[in-house]
């Protein structure tokens, strides 16, 4: 069942969602060559913590962390660990806030010191991608408009969408209906209305769309082991679409 916002919890979903796009920022002027993983997840803990909010991912079916951190070809779900950023990695960051009982999410891939042109060219794209298809989050259009924008944004270059992972509604419950694929043809599935609240994550991979998972679990990487990009706002439906988690 989707959910449908009211204007009060959508206020509260902002703060929310305000909230974790100021983490999101926090981490990504924290890397650097050097940095390790913990200690990004530990600044993310410090900053939630001290909103008075709860870290989303933090145990959720049993994750041990505060934030997703993963590098190079990992797709999503790296387990912050000791292993420290070195020039040239891309780490995609990813992480939840719970504040006044509402969730937000939020993603992003950053380059650690100078990255190949290829590389910068997909972080590129995956974001355009995201923004193309955060336009499309308007009553009246089909949930496939968005999920065709990321694929129409991203195919010319013959990048790898992932299909087994997906975006997701989200509100009171972190994962919430309907799921958000990041490709199909437009105008199919759901119409939506005002007031649906939407996390909207292409992962594109650099070459195959092929993934698998590592023997913790969690960590999902390319099985060609080609870097992968990850970006993701929380998103209002509305005439003129709400990006929730921004500063």
Known sequence: MVVIKRSDELATMRRSGRLAAEVRETLCQAVRPGVSLLELDRLAEQQILGAGAIPSFMGYEGYPANICASVNEEVVHGIPSDRRLKDGDIVSIDLGV????????????????????????????????????????????????????????????????????????????????????????????????????????????LGSAEIEVDADGWTIRTRDRRPSAHFEHTVAVADEPIVLTVV
Not at 102 to 130: K, N, Y
Not at 177 to 190: A, E, I, K
């Open 98 to 205: 719970i504040l006044d009982g509402w969730h937000s999410d939020t993603a992003t891939t950053v380059a650690v010191g100078e990255v190949r042109a290829d590389v910068a060219r997909l972080m590129q794209v995956t974001e355009t991608s995201l923004q193309r298809a955060i336009r499309q989050a308007v009553p009246g259009n089909h949930l496939s408009d968005i999920s065709n924008a990321v694929e129409e944004t991203v195919r010319v270059h013959g990048y790898g969408i992932v299909r087994e992972l997906a975006g997701h509604g989200i509100g009171r419950q972190m994962h919430e209906d309907p799921m958000v694929v990041n490709y199909g043809p437009p105008g199919q599935g759901l119409v939506l209305r005002e007031g649906m609240t939407l996390a909207i994550e292409p992962m594109i991979n």
